[in-house]
């Protein structure tokens, strides 16, 4: 690894809707790359902040009934907060709406007007007559030009991918009011990309990062590249300079945001922002592979066209499925970071596993809840924490502490080994195979510990059952370290059991070769905690509950009418809450016992983070009570509460009536 700074920035969250697990396929590994550069010795300023600006954000907060700069705060803050709550732990993040954006996008606009790289150009545009207003990007849908699919304004999204430009679309439909569109003349300004197709075709094989960028990117170079038109008819944006009645397009002002993030967080720190925009210190980009075309494109072009350098490498992470299935959240197939992960109480650092490990990092990562439970018990449990709690529990029980002798040749030769073999990894940005040789080593370490059983040797030649701890305890300081990276919570826990009081992050790499200095150790405790049948069948449910409505509401037309015998076919009553507990281990379940009439049931509803159960007992409620039986879990559940809204309130009687009363 180098010594020289380095930046590494993330790609921008849009602010329009909450953190999914898509999200952290790129966040989750550049900080997992971060921190092991720190570990060996690398200053690294670590980049991102939220994407503010473009017509989804409109239209969300015109939705929402707020303003854009409302909607994209709530947001920049939601996201701010997740990623702290998953370990990814940035510099500085910023907004593109704050002032330092603004600025820095108007500087680079007017140096690329200077240099002769923007002309305006009068275009047909979709307009819709009906809300009297141009239609930039995602205001308008329609058929893909190129493939035929459906499309939003800017982009085909359900087809081919291309970028579309303003009056491009084909039947354009107005997204405010379902009219038609028409196409009127409007004057906009166009960067010429196409001027720099012989840079790109230098720039990109030199390119750094992962060969699916590079390799996209001279695709559509060698396709040939069309001028972009760069301003939009909004209120909401950068303005293009001398001409406040046009806004810069989002995918200028968005990536000049690294540039302007960086400059905040100089402000902050003293640093130098120019010695990576101006100078020869490296930029690397972490970003999704939707977005390859405007970050090793579009961004280098305009960098070059301003006067900056260009990016020095970029990582582009595979898309995302769930169980298999193309990932949707308008279908349902979508794991949410905080609602349906961090909120039932599972730790960061189990998802930042399966994350890395599951597959390379180019490739498709498929999420399941019954693979991560099996991974994350049979690797993290079973391989890496049973080394550890093994050799510590012996070493602090047996044995005392840590025996004042060195590790033997062979383990300091296979730490060495290991860490080559990280480090040959993490320069390929290959996560999985630098995850796998760290796993590796805690293999190396249960078969070690196994095969020489100081447990039996400590009867026979207790130094030699020494040694053997010894040895084991040299590994765990390796492995300690080497996971940090990837596991920050329970590698510092790891840690302090291996009797430090500092912090793991503050240590080299290569320390995982040094001895101790200190021979106490405190008692160990188990580090992970297998994820348990009944945690991952609640998991299934909430996911299939989702995937259940989404469908629900696609298969089945408002207007769909049913009949007087169907509706009787649901026996809704009345019934009375005798008791109501907290299911324990869980994060919004109650424990009901409801009497109907003659009969008592126990229902398990998720309303614990709506109610406090005290407040419900007495409480008539309707109950829905021939549904099957269902276990929730682990505890059987006979009957549904029915409520309504976000808010889940509950249905109640207006007046007093016996429980078992049937509702008509």
Same mark, same amino acid.
């Given at each position: 690894?180098?010594?020289?700074?380095?930046?590494?920035?993330?790609?921008?969250?849009?602010?329009?809707?909450?953190?999914?697990?898509?999200?952290?396929?790129?966040?989750?590994?550049?900080?997992?790359?971060?921190?092991?550069?720190?570990?060996?010795?690398?200053?690294?300023?670590?980049?991102?902040?939220?994407?503010?600006?473009?017509?989804?954000?409109?239209?969300?907060?015109?939705?929402?009934?707020?303003?854009?700069?409302?909607?994209?705060?709530?947001?920049?803050?939601?996201?701010?907060?997740?990623?702290?709550?998953?370990?990814?732990?940035?510099?500085?993040?910023?907004?593109?709406?704050?002032?330092?954006?603004?600025?820095?996008?108007?500087?680079?606009?007017?140096?690329?007007?200077?240099?002769?790289?923007?002309?305006?150009?009068?275009?047909?545009?979709?307009?819709?007559?009906?809300?009297?207003?141009?239609?930039?990007?995602?205001?308008?849908?329609?058929?893909?030009?190129?493939?035929?699919?459906?499309?939003?304004?800017?982009?085909?999204?359900?087809?081919?991918?291309?970028?579309?430009?303003?009056?491009?679309?084909?039947?354009?439909?107005?997204?405010?009011?379902?009219?038609?569109?028409?196409?009127?003349?409007?004057?906009?300004?166009?960067?010429?990309?196409?001027?720099?197709?012989? $840079?790109?075709?230098?720039? &990109?094989?030199?390119? +750094?990062?992962? !060969?699916?960028?590079?390799?996209? *990117?001279? =695709?559509? #170079? @060698?396709?040939?590249?069309?001028?972009?038109?760069?301003?939009?008819?909004?209120?909401?944006?950068?303005?293009?300079?001398?001409?406040?009645?046009?806004?810069?397009?989002?995918?200028?002002?968005?990536?000049?945001?690294?540039?302007?993030?960086?400059?905040?967080?100089?402000?902050?720190?003293?640093?130098?922002?120019?010695?990576?925009?101006?100078?020869?210190?490296?930029?690397?980009?972490?970003?999704?592979?939707?977005?390859?075309?405007?970050?090793?494109? $579009?961004?280098?072009?305009? &960098?070059?066209?301003? +006067?900056?350098? !260009?990016?020095?490498?970029?990582? *582009?992470? =595979?898309? #995302? @499925?769930?169980?298999?299935?193309?990932?949707?959240?308008?279908?349902?197939?979508?794991?949410?970071?905080?609602?349906?992960?961090?909120?039932?109480?599972?730790?960061?650092?189990?998802?930042?596993?399966?994350?890395?490990?599951?597959?390379?990092?180019?490739?498709?990562?498929?999420?399941?809840?019954?693979?991560?439970?099996?991974?994350?018990?049979?690797?993290?449990?079973?391989?890496?924490?049973?080394?550890?709690?093994?050799?510590?529990?012996?070493?602090?029980?047996?044995?005392?502490?840590?025996?004042?002798?060195?590790?033997? !040749?062979?383990?300091?030769?296979?730490?060495?080994?290991?860490?080559?073999?990280?480090?040959?990894?993490?320069?390929?940005?290959?996560?999985?195979?630098?995850?796998?040789?760290?796993?590796?080593?805690?293999?190396?370490?249960?078969?070690?510990?196994?095969?020489?059983?100081?447990?039996?040797?400590?009867?026979?030649?207790?130094?030699?059952?020494?040694?053997?701890?010894?040895?084991?305890?040299?590994?765990?300081?390796?492995?300690?370290?080497?996971?940090?990276?990837?596991?920050?919570?329970?590698?510092?826990?790891?840690?302090?059991?291996?009797?430090?009081?500092?912090?793991?992050?503050?240590?080299?790499?290569?320390?995982?070769?040094?001895?101790?200095?200190?021979?106490?150790?405190?008692?160990?405790?188990?580090?992970?905690?297998?994820?348990?049948?009944?945690?991952?069948?609640?998991?299934?449910?909430?996911?299939?509950?989702?995937?259940?409505?989404?469908?629900?509401?696609?298969?089945?037309?408002?207007?769909?009418?049913?009949?007087?015998?169907?509706?009787?076919?649901?026996?809704?009553?009345?019934?009375?809450?005798?008791?109501?507990?907290?299911?324990?281990?869980?994060?919004?379940?109650?424990?009901?016992?409801?009497?109907?009439?003659?009969?008592?049931?126990?229902?398990?509803?998720?309303?614990?983070?709506?109610?406090?159960?005290?407040?419900?007992?007495?409480?008539?409620?309707?109950?829905?009570?021939?549904?099957?039986?269902?276990?929730?879990?682990?505890?059987?559940?006979?009957?549904?509460?029915?409520?309504?809204?976000?808010?889940?309130?509950?249905?109640?009687?207006?007046?007093?009536?016996?429980?078992?009363?049937?509702?008509?």
């Amino acid at each position: 690894m180098s010594n020289s700074p380095l930046l590494v920035t993330c790609g921008l969250p849009y602010t329009n809707g909450p953190c999914h697990i898509g999200h952290l396929r790129t966040y989750v590994p550049a900080d997992f790359y971060v921190r092991y550069l720190r570990h060996t010795g690398n200053e690294v300023v670590f980049i991102c902040g939220s994407d503010n600006h473009g017509t989804p954000i409109v239209i969300s907060a015109e939705q929402n009934g707020t303003t854009p700069r409302e909607l994209s705060e709530k947001f920049s803050e939601h996201f701010d907060s997740t990623f702290r709550r998953m370990n990814v732990l940035f510099d500085r993040f910023g907004m593109t709406d704050d002032p330092t954006n603004h600025n820095r996008t108007k500087e680079i606009v007017q140096s690329l007007i200077d240099n002769g790289y923007v002309y305006e150009k009068t275009i047909s545009q979709s307009y819709c007559p009906n809300c009297e207003m141009f239609l930039p990007d995602r205001y308008v849908e329609g058929v893909c030009p190129y493939c035929g699919e459906q499309a939003r304004g800017d982009e085909c999204d359900q087809g081919c991918g291309k970028h579309l430009e303003p009056g491009e679309i084909k039947n354009p439909v107005c997204k405010v009011c379902g009219g038609k569109a028409e196409l009127r003349e409007q004057e906009h300004f166009f960067f010429k990309l196409g001027e720099f197709s012989d $840079f790109l075709e230098s720039f &990109l094989p030199n390119l +750094g990062g992962t !060969t699916n960028a590079r390799n996209y *990117a001279l =695709g559509w #170079v @060698k396709e040939g590249l069309h001028d972009w038109c760069i301003t939009r008819t909004l209120d909401w944006g950068v303005k293009f300079p001398g001409h406040d009645d046009l806004v810069v397009y989002v995918w200028v002002d968005a990536p000049i945001g690294y540039m302007s993030f960086t400059e905040e967080w100089a402000r902050m720190t003293g640093g130098d922002w120019e010695q990576f925009w101006k100078g020869d210190q490296p930029i690397i980009h972490f970003i999704g592979q939707d977005i390859i075309y405007h970050h090793c494109v $579009f961004w280098p072009a305009i &960098l070059k066209g301003a +006067g900056y350098k !260009t990016p020095d490498a970029v990582v *582009a992470s =595979g898309m #995302v @499925k769930i169980d298999d299935k193309t990932f949707s959240k308008t279908r349902g197939y979508v794991i949410w970071t905080n609602d349906d992960y961090l909120d039932q109480g599972l730790p960061a650092d189990y998802l930042r596993y399966y994350l890395l490990s599951y597959t390379s990092h180019t490739k498709e990562l498929n999420f399941s809840w019954q693979i991560f439970q099996d991974r994350i018990n049979n690797e993290l449990v079973d391989t890496l924490g049973n080394f550890l709690y093994r050799t510590l529990h012996f070493a602090a029980n047996k044995l005392g502490g840590i025996p004042a002798m060195e590790p033997e !040749t062979e383990i300091l030769s296979e730490i060495s080994r290991v860490l080559e073999s990280v480090d040959y990894e993490m320069n390929r940005y290959e996560f999985k195979n630098a995850i796998d040789a760290m796993m590796g080593l805690a293999g190396f370490g249960n078969s070690y510990i196994q095969n020489n059983a100081p447990w039996k040797l400590i009867k026979e030649d207790r130094i030699a059952a020494e040694q053997v701890i010894r040895n084991c305890l040299q590994i765990a300081k390796a492995a300690t370290l080497l996971f940090d990276a990837l596991l920050p919570e329970e590698a510092q826990k790891s840690w302090e059991m291996l009797g430090y009081t500092d912090h793991v992050k503050e240590h080299a790499i290569d320390d995982a070769l040094v001895g101790f200095e200190h021979s106490d150790l405190p008692k160990p405790s188990i580090i992970f905690a297998k994820i348990e049948n009944e945690t991952r069948e609640q998991l299934e449910i909430i996911m299939n509950k989702r995937i259940g409505a989404a469908k629900m509401k696609e298969e089945t037309p408002k207007s769909e009418q049913i009949t007087i015998d169907e509706f009787a076919r649901v026996d809704l009553r009345v019934g009375k809450i005798l008791s109501a507990e907290k299911v324990e281990g869980s994060r919004n379940l109650l424990k009901l016992q409801v009497t109907i009439g003659d009969e008592e049931r126990q229902i398990v509803s998720g309303i614990s983070d709506r109610y406090e159960p005290e407040e419900l007992i007495g409480t008539n409620i309707i109950v829905c009570v021939n549904l099957k039986p269902a276990k929730i879990f682990g505890i059987e559940s006979r009957g549904m509460l029915l409520a309504a809204g976000e808010e889940a309130s509950l249905l109640v009687p207006k007046r007093d009536v016996e429980p078992g009363s049937r509702v008509c």
